[in-house]
């Protein structure tokens, strides 16, 4: 029975407990876990019937009684065991196949909402820890129910079957065990809130431990490069100090609790076993013989029980605490809004910056009263020194950051009505940095496109300059780039993403200084690539290279988020102004 991935799941975390959580993401395999827990009572109930089955059979050899009664209770237990395999067999069927569903659904929840959370977020929360959240925490998750299922469900079996067999047969001794639960709950309840913030304090700290790592393997080229390895394994060091410590501290707490709980509900088990053998010896209650042995073998058989669930604790502990971590991600607010807008459905490339402005948080604005309007297939150059907010116009072109005062219009229409994720089928960029993944060159330039067929694609590639290099190459179009294109040099990378753009057919590109990178006789290449494609298209390009901006319609001066000057390359260069100034730099 197929269970779909529920598309709403990203919205039902809302600061609620984390137990409510989980019974949102198991609603749908209610039926399955119920069936489940039916035939776990079934397959475990010769663990709490062994001792009352051993107490008839002991009363009847004592005291001589019908021997149909130890043929009877033996058939008993052999029938229940022998079935014991069949029922275990459909009890991990339908319980695995539920945690799995639950696994699935919320690591697509969590993709799906980290697909969704704004440019902003993903720039202040580090990839390493979304990662550990989206394998581990949710891994974490699958632990605990599969965990507490098998063993907390066993134990809760074992402790309810026993107590109704001695609330039968000897119930003046049923409160006496009683005082076993309450004893255990307030050990749990003093020791509960404790442990939590352990296992949050450890998360935490190996969170930071994995950002670390995944900074150590970005900055390697770096560190080689400068003799640094010892500085690197240094920071990682420290990292891991701290996780030893928080990891040290969690488990002697762990060890405490456990501990603890075993030696009181021992002691309290002698205890009993030793008040019943007193009250049979001296005939003070109608014990028998077998009864001792089934108060004896229960008080062993509840006590383990009851340590299970005390044991269980850390684990339902670390599992709720990764619940509360996902659930970081699946209640963050910083959404991208596009929920109800209007899809665009075409683009002819016409863009109008109103007074638009743009401030990160309190800082000044980094964008201010930027006005300016881009025709259909016009290229404009955006130029300025380091902080003039160039980066900031291209932000707000793609949509990853909305205005803060002002507005833009596509076509007419201003972008804050409109769907961005439709917008952004009409557009591509061209970064500095070529952004490949492990795969194929044929899937890192068709990357979300379908139906591309081999002269389309070939078309793309010879337009970008990259059909050649990418003939020569072993496997030719199905080479593999290697992690981020590692086997493929910077102009390579360039030139297919490029064709990644050519492939789309954009009607508005966005250039980042897509030239800056690389060496004389790639940059070339690039540029005659760039120069297909940008015919006819609405071009923004951000670049410090004469060679890049001086054919564009307008080039666009910026200072302090402003426009300071606007005009062709040889307008701007008979204002002599300050692009005039900014030539030694651009030559550079």
């Known amino acids: 029975m197929k269970h779909p991935v529920p598309n709403h799941l990203d919205h039902c975390y809302r600061g609620e407990h984390p137990v409510r959580t989980l019974g949102h993401l198991f609603r749908p395999d209610r039926g399955a876990l119920l069936l489940a827990t039916c035939i776990f009572v079934v397959k475990h109930s010769p663990i709490w019937l062994m001792p009352l089955i051993t107490a008839t059979v002991l009363d009847v050899v004592i005291q001589h009684g019908p ?29 695995g196949g539920s945690i799995r569903r639950m696994g699935t659904a919320l690591r697509s929840a969590l993709c ?14 580090n990839s390493s820890v979304l990662q550990t959240k989206v394998v581990r925490d949710v891994e974490s998750v699958e632990q605990m129910v599969q965990q507490s299922s098998d063993m907390g469900l066993g134990a809760l079996v074992t402790l ?57 393997t970005t900055l390697i080229p770096i560190t080689r490069a400068h003799g640094l390895e010892r500085a690197a394994l240094g920071r990682v060091d420290g990292s891991l100090r701290q996780v ?11 060890g405490r609790f456990n501990s603890a709980a075993w030696v009181m509900l021992n002691i309290l088990g002698v205890l009993c076993l030793t008040g019943s053998g007193l009250v049979a010896y001296h005939g003070l209650l109608p014990v028998t013989p077998g009864d001792v042995v089934m108060l004896s073998t229960f008080f062993t058989v509840l006590t ?59 800082a000044p604005p980094a964008v201010d009263a930027f006005t300016l309007t881009a025709r259909p297939g016009e290229t404009i150059a955006l130029v300025g020194a380091s902080g003039a907010g160039k980066s900031t116009v291209l932000n707000l072109l793609i949509g990853f950051i909305r205005p803060t005062t002002g507005s833009i219009l596509l076509d007419g229409v201003d972008m804050a009505t409109l769907d961005l994720r439709s917008y952004r089928r009409f557009l591509s960029v061209v970064p500095q940095e070529s952004i490949l993944f492990e795969g194929s060159i044929r899937d890192n330039v068709t990357y979300g496109l379908d139906g591309i067929d081999e002269e389309r694609l070939r078309r793309a590639l010879r337009d970008a300059n990259a059909l050649e ?114 030539q030694p730099a651009t030559h550079s």
């Open 304 to 362: 383990g029980s009851v340590t299970t669930l005390l044991g269980l604790a850390p684990i339902i502990s670390k599992g709720l605490e990764s619940v509360r971590s996902i659930g970081e991600v699946l209640q963050a607010p910083d959404l991208e809004s596009n929920e109800g807008k209007a899809p665009v459905e075409r683009v002819t490339g016409r863009i109008d910056f109103q007074q638009a402005g743009f401030a990160y948080d309190d």
């Open 160 to 216: 309810t079957g026993g107590l109704v067999v001695i609330g039968i047969r000897t119930p003046e001794f049923l409160p006496v065990f009683l005082v076993v639960v309450p004893a255990a709950g307030l050990l749990v309840m003093r020791l509960r809130h404790r442990l939590r913030t352990h296992n949050e304090h450890f998360r935490r700290e190996v969170e930071h431990f994995s950002s670390q790592v995944g900074e150590m």
């Open 112 to 125: 799906r909402r980290l697909q969704h959370l704004s440019i902003g977020y993903h720039a202040r929360v």
């Open 244 to 254: 030893l410590a928080a990891g040290l501290r969690l488990d002697v707490m762990n």
């Open 67 to 95: 021997q149909a009664e130890l043929w009877q209770a033996t058939g008993i237990l052999l029938f229940i065991l022998v079935i014991n395999y069949p029922l275990h067999q459909w009890y991990v069927r339908l319980l």
């Open 469 to 582: 290099f990418v003939e020569g190459l072993p496997d030719g179009l199905d080479t593999v780039v290697g992690e981020r294109g590692a086997r493929l040099s910077g102009g390579q990378k360039q030139r297919l993403a490029i064709a990644r753009a050519l492939i789309r057919d954009p009607r508005i590109l966005v250039l980042d200084e897509a030239t800056s990178a690389l060496d004389n006789r790639s940059e070339a290449l690039v540029q005659q690539a760039l120069a297909r494609l940008v015919h006819g298209r609405t071009v923004f390009v951000v670049a410090h290279r004469l060679s890049t901006i001086q054919g564009a319609d307008r080039i666009i001066v910026m200072e302090r988020g402003r426009v300071t000057e606007a005009g062709t390359h040889a307008e701007l260069l008979s204002k002599g102004g300050t692009y005039a100034e900014l």
